[in-house]
């Protein structure tokens, strides 16, 4: 008998096991206790019995499991998934937010990755409450939601990513406006402007000169990147500026609405942030595209703009 038992033993505890399909993914609340996570394995199909789990963790008495999604994949033996609960080899995935999007491309990427329904990211992002003491008068968290590589796993809610895109925008902040006294609100509102008129770094300084001397001169920023977050904001982009677009009252329109728009339009990376912090002084009140897609030409007059606006038609309708 003696026999039967040491072998029957050997096989529970050093057999792999897996009834499970290609992977499973386990979540390990917080606080819960070696049985507790013994039945949420069992149930999962990663262990035979639960008991077999606070066996194993009585032989290890020092080890403590850590909480945490994991990804199981292949058969294993009781002692090879305790040593990966102990040693916290927690499963992620990397979901990586590029320079200038808005809240509106986050939850279109969250929700085309099987992350999270768009809905979801959005509703979250809706709510300006993480930012209150930044921007007390904040609409959204656009702005805020600092473009970077976050670690995700799925069990990540919309709350959550905010709450990570937030405090990486504070940690950001702090570093580069330190020994300032700049209004975050209206840097960043100016910086999302400046990240979407252009991805060349070199020229972000001279975009946000051209801003701010609008700003000084009264004149309207007729900034084409918030007529189509207008729209965006509508429900009514169709992937073109269209004239009704130019003509909508929307308070983020800047072709009808003086000075900057009520808030940012999209979520700027450091250079434009800097770049809206420490503006290049010019005189600069124009710029358009070049041809070649190199970046812009500028200008300091209108006449002088008009005539970089002809170049640029003139030799985009040659190439095309």
Request: aromatic share 10%; hydrophobic share 40%; net charge neutral.
């Amino acid at each position: 008998m003696a026999v039967v038992a040491i072998g029957a033993a050997v096989f529970l505890f050093r057999t792999p096991y897996g009834r499970f399909g290609s992977e499973t993914f386990v979540e390990l609340e917080h606080g819960a206790s070696t049985v507790q996570i013994g039945r949420t394995l069992a149930q999962a199909g990663v262990i035979r019995y639960a008991w077999q789990l606070w066996a194993e963790r009585a032989l290890h008495s020092s080890s403590k499991i850590q909480a945490g999604e994991y990804r199981f994949s292949r058969p294993a033996t009781v002692s090879e998934v305790f040593d990966r609960l102990a040693s916290g080899d927690v499963y992620y995935f990397d979901f990586t937010v590029p320079e200038g999007s808005n809240m509106f491309d986050i939850a279109n990427a969250l929700e085309s990755s099987g992350v999270m329904p768009a809905t979801e990211f959005l509703a979250a992002a809706s709510d300006p409450e993480m930012v209150r003491d930044l921007a007390p008068n904040a609409r959204t968290l656009e702005g805020f939601l600092f473009p970077s590589t976050y670690r995700l796993t799925h069990s990540t809610t919309g709350f959550n990513l905010c709450r990570m895109m937030t405090a990486q925008f504070r940690r950001e902040w702090k570093r580069i406006a330190a020994g300032s006294n700049a209004d975050p609100r209206r840097t960043v509102t100016l910086a999302s402007l400046v990240e979407k008129e252009t991805g060349v770094a070199a020229e972000r300084p001279l975009v946000a000169s051209v801003f701010e001397n609008r700003l000084k001169d009264g004149m309207l920023l007729q900034c084409d990147p918030t007529t189509i977050y207008a729209a965006l904001l509508e429900n009514r982009y169709r992937n073109a500026i269209r004239r009704s677009d130019l003509a909508s009252r929307n308070e983020y329109n800047t072709y009808q609405h003086a000075g900057l728009p009520p808030g940012p339009i999209a979520n700027p990376g450091v250079d434009s942030i800097e770049a809206a912090l420490h503006p290049a002084e010019t005189k600069y009140l124009y710029f358009v595209a070049r041809p070649d897609g190199s970046g812009h030409r500028f200008s300091t007059t209108l006449a002088a703009h008009e005539h970089a606006v002809h170049q640029y038609r003139k030799k985009t309708r040659k190439a095309g």
